[in-house]
């Protein structure tokens, strides 16, 4: 076989002074989201919102004490990013608690996003 069939690949979470998850697996053990991005278990949350968001074309949200994206920016893919990767896991899950609401009445997303 190949040396790349076994190849590990880096979960790409980070964090706080100066945290990096670092947790090195197989891909098929990993989660892989929309960008590419490989996320190990605890962190799996993590691709899901961008893989949310990329099914979503990277809307604006705002929710509780946060917000994602600017509504009309163009740089909204990267925010994502950004907060996926090193975004506080309270606010994560918060977001995707939101998304799910929204998903849940998937008629007014748009609406709801202001997309
Ligand atoms: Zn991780």
Not at 37 to 66: M, S, T, V
Request: with cysteine; charged share 25%.
């Amino acid at each position: 076989m190949a040396k790349a069939m076994i190849a590990k690949v880096q979960c790409v979470a980070k964090g706080e002074n100066g945290f990096s998850c670092g947790t090195a697996l197989r891909k098929t053990e990993m989660y892989v989201d929309a960008l590419g991005y490989f996320w190990c278990e605890d962190h799996k949350h993590r691709g899901e919102l961008i893989q949310w968001a990329a099914n979503h074309h990277y809307p604006a949200i705002r929710f509780d004490r946060f917000a994602i994206g600017v509504e009309g920016g163009s740089d909204n893919q990267m925010l994502y990013e950004v907060a996926a990767v090193v975004g506080r896991d309270e606010m994560i899950w918060e977001a995707l608690s939101y998304v799910n609401t929204l998903d849940s009445s998937a008629d007014d997303i748009d609406a709801a996003v202001g997309a």
